[in-house]
């Protein structure tokens, strides 16, 4: 899971400071990250989350509701400030910390569901969020344009302020509870539906996940090159967005300007599946590519080899948020702006290189998950014996 978390980690870099994603040649890569690396974070939060409870009854948590809701609320109350102070340094990001404290703040309720109940839930939510979302965006004044902020830290000096927070992290944000909590109910889905300890299920997971990713991208690439989708959404555009038509791609160019849904202006927005359009067709597509390699790197991780060859991918991966933050922290101060393959290469090398030395030299501690994590976990659980 750590190395599945560890490809994520490479791809948010080539979404950052990579070179602009391109379908040609070694850009192919960048393609491949664009838009799906915050859903594999996502879907791995989702489906970590089940993992760790697997075994335990969530109703029987002793002393009420304090044991069970207090690390909690201590852990979103944390990753939400963290995520507006990232945010107010104007990294040149799309700071998501404030949006996971959220997502797993709703994700609480859902672990006490029985199987069927959550698969069918998380299976309704992949349609349900982004129609959601596509319906209210013209009720709060996003039916063409203006989604994609992210929380700052002064807008809650006044109410209207406030209010306009709980709406970017509910549905007009980048990275909305509507279109991007599916993801975690997909993961929290799959943890509770296959159970990776067994070989068989880790390749089912493969060959059903390239299966969804198929039919999400195949269907919106039908809908949008065969069945005439295309050419209504120009016919939206010219109405809406003029001045993209001068694009050369000018659906492309709208949904740019998009990020965590789809304009409201035509039915076909949602048959797309470009990067971050957050529609049914491309979470299903990117919920496919998670699923996917989740199976695939639990069985490489069987194997002596394949999981040396993980192991540095699992280190990273272990540390990805304080990976996070750092690299936050550099694009806000001497990497501001950077976009090269030198670049992707030199933030992915040094990060692998750094945790993995931080690992070492902390084995035998709690530390040595990572400088941020052990933070977090002492703030939210208190303090910890060396293991």
Known sequence: MDAVRGLAVL?????????SPEPEGARYLMVAADGRAPALFTLLAGFSLLLAQRGQDPAAAPGGWAPRWRPLLIRCAVLAALGLLLAALWPGILVILAFFAVYFLAAEPFTRLSTPVLSAVAGVSVVAGPLLSFLLGPVFGYGSSGRGAVPEAT?????SGAA???CELLLTGAYPLATYFPYVLAGMALARLCDVRERAVTLRM???????????????WLATHVFGARERLLGAIAVHHPEALAAADPVREVLRGQFGAVPSTSWDW??????YSQTPLETLGNAGVGCALIGLCVFAARHRTGARLLRPLAVLGAM?????VIHALVLAGPAYGVASWFA???????????????QRAWAHSPVRRGPVEHALRLVTRGRTRPL
Not at 320 to 324: D, E, G, I, R, T
């Open 320 to 324: 990805a948020l304080s990976a996070y």
């Open 270 to 275: 949602l048959l797309v599946a470009d990067p």
């Open 344 to 358: 992707w290469i030199a933030f992915s090398g040094t990060a692998l290189a750094l945790t993995w030395a931080w």
């Open 206 to 220: 493969a060959a059903w996940g390239t299966a969804a990713a198929v039919v999400g991208y195949g269907s919106a």
């Open 155 to 159: 807008q809650l000096t006044s109410w």
């Open 164 to 166: 306009d927070v709980v």
């Open 11 to 19: 791809g948010m870099f080539a979404v950052h400071v990579g070179p």
